[in-house]
């Protein structure tokens, strides 16, 4: 019991550092919950227009990307949200506890503070055991939040426990896989990433399985996501898929505290694989150092946004044919292309895919701060590099690397579309579709250095804006919400191309706020404390 002394504190500690995140990340995924239920209320309120929109459902693109489809033959609302929409509430869910872990595990001791805390009367087991009692905490939470949430607009409160059940255990299985990641890496980004990997290829190995055959196949079974979706939750319910979860998150946890014990502290695995004596003569600028630092990043989402792109691509037929018997107040969605719904479907994903970049200029702007906090920007600034050098090479480099992404999403959607369609117009089209939306972009970036120069505390502020964005934008057209409401996000400025023409005027005037707000952003670094909060 020696090596989980001290737990009970640890885990209040944890608690307590978290006050603001764990009830952000649980009521950000209840109240989405709930929001699509509404929505899907209004949306649909009869069940021939539910019946209409769930064809959909069976078509190969929306397997793919949603579940295996339970009850989609005789749809109810309750089956359409828990087939459509829960997959990707399921994926926050992982991402909260992916997070969650790493912050309390790996990057305290890549901060050194870890060591320092186990040089007190504390266990050798404590701070992973604390890790994952505030998973179970937060889980707990979500389930509680998130049924009353969904009962609240009158679902059935058992499929609604279920249902929130799943994400939790979807959570406690990738709680369990992060913990194990973070004995393997030396460095927080290296298995926050990893565990990342291990969440995308667990949706891939479920969506293949899923296309295999009706309603999965042996295939879909390798995947946790799939022992959530296989609880058949408002259709045939059933609670022992969820066993998996568990069983799986506990054997993976096991793993995890042998490796705690046949490691150092603060060492991982995996040793990092050393650099070169000597840095390049490229790497003497802000703007390359900057983009060296986030190439891992960069190469990662440029993968995995291109792998994205040529799935939607290639579901554009398909998806177009099953829209085309939905009524003109459901295909507003498509921009209301009742005769043109690839272009429509095209420029939905377009859109899509400028709320993913926008994420990743959040991050990338984010990078700032997280040199700052760990003081590797002091010994940098104590050169002949200015603030405004550093600072504004860290933002070129997030605007410079998302135009990059942009391009390459639009590309590798052209080249999906083009195998399917035969035209390959496509490619050029959709890469100057995708890339017209980068002034929506920057100007994200640049709100976030605007906060991390003013108000650097307050820098997690933005990640509401591309969100806000993204679901006023899928969703607004189809709830008729006023134009006024979309035109607070900037991924609301720009026409849905190339079912629309290009506006110049919103493409300038996006650019011009971007450029100041990021001036903005750096003329105040210059004059705050470094590290200040």
């Known amino acids: 019991m020696r090596a989980l002394r001290a737990t009970p504190a640890l885990l209040r500690f944890n608690l307590r550092r978290d006050r603001i995140k764990l009830p952000a990340w649980v009521l950000g995924i209840a109240v989405m919950t709930m929001y699509f239920g509404n929505a899907l209320k209004l949306a649909y309120p009869t069940d021939q227009d539910i019946a209409n929109v769930a064809s959909f459902a069976n078509s190969p693109a929306a397997i793919m990307m949603s579940g295996p489809g339970y009850g989609m033959d005789n749809p109810t609302l309750e089956a359409f949200l828990a087939n459509q929409y829960a997959l990707y509430l399921m994926v926050a869910s ?316 639009g590309v590798a959607t052209g080249v999906g579309a083009a195998l399917v369609t035969g035209d390959l117009g496509y490619v050029v089209t959709l890469k100057l579709a995708y890339l017209a939306h980068t002034p929506a972009v920057l100007v994200v970036a640049a709100v976030a250095a605007l906060l991390f120069g003013v108000v650097p505390r307050a820098f997690n502020v933005v990640r509401v804006l591309p969100v806000f964005g993204y679901l006023v934008g899928t969703f607004g057209p189809l709830l008729q919400l006023p134009d006024w409401i979309g035109d607070l996000s900037p991924l609301g400025h720009i026409p849905q191309m190339p079912l629309e023409s290009f506006a110049a005027a919103p493409f300038v005037v996006l650019l011009l706020v971007a450029g100041v707000a990021a001036g903005g952003g750096v003329t105040a670094f210059r004059r705050r404390d470094i590290a200040a909060t």
């Open 94 to 409: 992982a991402l909260m506890n992916i997070l969650l872990i790493v912050r309390h595990t790996r990057l305290e001791e890549e901060g050194g503070r870890t060591e320092l805390v186990l040089a007190g009367v504390v266990g050798r087991f404590a701070p992973l055991t604390a890790a994952m009692l505030t998973a179970l905490v937060a889980n707990t939470a979500l389930v509680v939040a998130g049924t009353l949430a969904l009962a609240g607009t009158g679902f059935d409160a058992a499929g609604s426990l279920l249902l929130l059940t799943g994400f939790a255990a979807l959570g406690l299985v990738f709680a369990a896989i992060t913990a194990v990641m973070c004995q393997v890496t030396e460095h927080a980004r290296a298995a926050t990433g990893l565990a990342a990997a291990v969440l995308g290829a667990a949706f891939l190995v479920r969506g293949i399985g899923d296309l295999t055959a009706k309603h999965g196949s042996a295939l879909s079974w390798l995947s946790p996501i799939a022992w959530s979706q296989q609880t058949r939750v408002f259709v045939d319910p059933r609670w022992w898929p969820l066993t998996l979860s568990i069983v799986f998150a506990g054997a993976a946890l096991v793993g995890a505290y042998v490796l705690v014990g046949r490691r150092d502290v603060g060492a991982g695995l995996m040793a990092p694989r050393l650099g070169a004596a000597e840095a390049s003569e490229a790497l003497s600028h802000p703007f390359t150092m900057a983009l060296r630092l986030q190439r891992g990043a960069i190469i990662g989402w440029a993968v995995g946004l291109s792998v994205a792109g040529l799935f939607y691509g290639a579901f554009t037929e398909s998806i177009a044919d099953a829209f085309a018997d939905l009524p003109d107040d459901i295909l507003v969605i498509m921009g209301g292309a009742e005769d043109n719904l690839v272009d429509g479907y095209l420029g939905l994903m377009g859109f899509t895919m400028a709320f993913l970049v926008s994420c990743f200029a959040i991050l990338s702007v984010r990078r700032l701060r997280s040199e700052e906090q760990a003081g590797r920007a002091d010994p940098v600034l104590a050169t002949k590099t200015s603030r405004i050098g550093w600072m504004g090479s860290g933002v070129a480099a997030a605007a410079a690397s998302s135009i990059v992404l942009l391009g390459l999403s």
